[in-house]
């Protein structure tokens, strides 16, 4: 069974720029979350979607966004990007059931850059 | 605020001998755990859950123990392989309603031969 593939694995931007990240998530899998890592903040969530929909939303600014295909293939946008941005940006898809949470399963990551 | 503390930044153990690494959490709603293992360069891989009804749960050589009372768990690796050697995050939700994760600042394990 193929695992979260994130693509590009790596991506380099300008200040000013905005970058669109994809996930495809493990088949059957209907929730995606995505997450930043960086030195400092450790992993921070940023969003998940289920069933197309934003279901959840952590504390970044509007210039983060996202969205979720009826594949269950999700895209993540930063617009604007900024220097403190670059970071590893994890995607996670999970087997979402009526019992409650399951483990999630993470991607290899996209390593923005700004510069 | 920190909701899930992992106060070592690292750990060295000696091959064969008793891992255990420590997490503590300030959010009475968290009611799910995972421990994820983290190699340079890869996604964090699931390692073991706990919901907050059970307090111990074993795989393999994995044990995660639980104690509500003090919002603390552990993660207990035996015996501890050279291939053990990663970063280690706690993670925590609340509710059964979404997978929106917390994750600790992660714990870094190094195995010695």
Redesign the interface.
């Known amino acids: 069974k193929a695992g ?1 593939t994130q693509t590009p694995r790596y991506l380099i931007k300008t200040r000013g720029q905005q970058v669109t990240l994809s996930c495809s998530p493990i088949s059957g899998h209907r ?1 995606v ?1 995505w ?1 930043q890592q960086t030195p400092g903040q ?4 940023l969003f ?1 979607y ?1 069933s197309e929909t934003q ?2 939303k ?1 504390n970044f600014p509007g210039r983060f966004s996202g969205r979720q295909f009826s594949n269950s293939r999700s895209e993540m946008n930063v617009s604007t990007l900024e220097l403190g941005d670059s970071a590893l940006y ?1 995607c ?1 898809s ?1 087997l ?1 059931t009526f ?11 996209t390593r923005l850059t700004v510069v | 605020d920190q909701q899930v503390k992992q106060n070592s930044p690292s750990l060295s153990v000696q091959e064969g001998r008793i891992s255990i690494l420590n997490c503590d959490y300030t959010n009475s709603m968290f009611d799910y755990f995972l421990w994820y293992k983290k190699y340079p360069a890869e996604g964090p891989t699931f390692l073991i859950s706990i919901s907050s009804i059970k307090d111990k749960n074993e795989d393999g050589r994995f044990t995660v123990f639980l104690n509500k009372s003090a919002k603390h768990l552990s993660l207990h690796i035996v015996p501890s392989q050279p291939g053990d050697s990663a970063v280690y995050f706690c993670a925590a939700s609340a509710g059964n309603y979404g997978q929106n994760f917390v994750f600790g600042p992660g714990t870094r394990l190094s195995v010695l031969p």
Do not use: C, I, K, P
């Open positions: 979260v929730s979350s997450y450790g992993l921070q969530f998940e289920f279901r959840n952590g994890l996670a999970s979402d019992r409650g949470m399951t483990e999630a399963f993470f991607g290899q990551g």
